[in-house]
Structure formats: C-alpha cells, structure tokens
C-alpha cells in the first residue's frame, strides 16, 4: 500500500538544513581537530555537533558546539564556543541556552561581503515547529550574540544573498548587515528563492477575518520533474500549510521550493491564519 501524507503538517523549512552556509576551513596548523572535543563535560552531557571556524578574525579557528546538559526537567540545551590557547588546550567564551527540542545543523557565513563571520545556532520543537536560534560574531566588547529569538511558528534561518532570512510561517523578515550593523526588514510578501526553469509559483492572501485566497487557480496541474513554490503576498499572522497525498510524490526542500517527483493528486492545505479553521485547499495534479 502507498505511504500517504494525510494532513501532516508541513511549514515549509522543516529540515532547516540550508544552502550556502558550509562552515569555512582555514589552512594552517591551528585549526583545531574535530575529535578535541569540550571533555570536561559532566556525566550525560552530549555534543550534538562541534563545526571549527575563525569567528574573531584572530587567524585561529574557534569551536563552536551544540551542546545537550542534563536537567532535572529531562534536558537543558546550550549553544557554546571555545578558543583554543597555548598547548591546545580550550576555554570557554561564551553559553547561552537555546529553547527547542531538538538541534538543527549549525550554519556558519557571512551575511554581507564586508560583514564578519557568524554563527547560527538554531533548534526546533514543538508541535508547531517553533524556532529558537541565536547569532553569535564578534563584536566591539569581543565575541556575543548579536541576534536572538525563540517561539517562532514554524521558523526558519538562513542565509541569503541580502543577509540572514527569518521565518515564522510564511512571512519572512530580513536581517541586512551594514555600517551600522544589522537592520530588521518585514518583508511585504514571502521571500522568493532562485527557482528552477518551469518552476510553478502559487501566490495567496491571507485575510485576518476572511482567510487565505488564491490569487490564480484553485486546480493546478504540473509535470513530474517540475518545482512547486506556495508564496504569501501579505504579511500577518503565520498559516499552518498542510499536504494531503503521497508521501514519495513532493519533495520539500529547505528554501521551500516543493520538487515533484512522481506522478499523483495532492491536496495542499492553507489554514491561515494557523489554527483558525479558515482553510483554503488546492488541489495539484502531476502528470508524468
């Protein structure tokens, strides 16, 4: 029998793996070595990912690890960075705790050509895929967090050609970096990636009161091979996007653009805003 879909729900950054943040790798004998881990950590503690890179600008990599303590509530996560000193030995320089339940992958770039090296630290949890993230680089008092949220619906961060994108559902907001260091931006409708030739786009509304409403279409149809991509003209509330059909059909990748990979009919839920009960529904044929 076929894997089925059946209304899981989908916010369109659900992996929050992203493109173009591949932590860099300076040459040179002082970047540290991936099995140097934080080893005075307490009994049950895990490090779910140590990426290495020169966030100071001092020439010499820093460690920066996803970290899970232990707590009394079941667990307490905790985003930190090392500096590697004289006989390789390692000192912390900063922690901070991140709500979620789980890590995504660390991210590490630059938002701007001039701007300097980040590190996003990011988790997920809940039931509504809420984000909590923070951006750690250096600063004029030394090495800090610079940007930080937690409780976004359905959340995402990367990095794009104009800076970091955050989203909360299917509205974005931008953080450019410039002279004057980062500048929040709402955008007016949902960012829209580079996208493959034949790529069909679907754009909505979403009334407060009234709901979602498509502005083409409710039927649509495309062929196996093709891209999908749902964009929000409006700001306000978040949507909850739902897809009912075959599970192996869609591929959903992280900048939200939805491959098409098999012959089917789907259903695509739009409840916005999330939670209202007021739902717009699509209907996608894909031929082969």
């Not at 779910?48 to 100071?56: F, K």
């Not at 705790?97 to 090296?117: K, S, Y």
């Not at 093709?226 to 897809?243: A, V």
């Amino acid at each position: 029998m076929r894997n089925r879909l059946g209304l899981v729900s989908v916010f369109l950054v659900l992996s929050g793996v992203l493109a173009g943040c591949q932590a860099p790798r300076p040459s040179g004998t002082d970047r540290p070595q991936a099995t140097q881990g934080p080893a005075w950590l307490p009994e049950g503690a895990r490090s779910e990912e140590v990426v290495h890179a020169d966030l100071t600008g001092d020439g010499r990599d820093e460690m920066i690890a996803a970290i899970t303590f232990p707590d009394q509530d079941g667990k307490l996560p905790a985003a930190m960075v090392f500096t590697q000193g004289q006989g390789g030995r390692y000192t912390q320089i900063l922690r901070r705790n991140v709500v979620g339940d789980f890590w995504l992958p660390i991210q590490i770039g630059r938002p701007a050509e001039e701007a300097p090296l980040v590190a996003v630290l990011a988790m997920r949890g809940g039931s509504g895929g809420y984000l909590g993230y923070i951006v750690v680089q250096q600063r004029s008092g030394g090495l800090g967090v610079a940007l930080e949220q937690d409780g976004l619906f359905g959340g995402g961060i990367r990095f794009v050609p104009e800076g970091l994108l955050e989203s909360r559902g299917d509205t974005d907001r931008l953080y450019r970096w410039g002279s004057a260091g980062w500048q929040a931006e709402d955008l007016g409708s949902q960012y829209l990636p580079p996208m493959p030739p034949g790529t069909v786009v679907i754009s909505y509304t979403v009334d407060p009161a009234r709901g979602p409403r498509a502005e083409g279409s409710r039927a649509i149809r495309a062929r196996v091979g093709q891209h999908l991509f749902l964009r929000r003209m409006n700001r306000g509330e978040p949507s909850r996007i739902q897809f009912s059909g075959g599970a192996d059909s869609i591929s959903i990748q992280p900048d939200g653009l939805i491959a098409l990979r098999q012959a089917d009919q789907i259903e695509i839920h739009i409840e916005g805003p999330a939670y209202s009960g007021r739902t717009l529904t699509l209907v996608l044929r894909i031929d082969p």
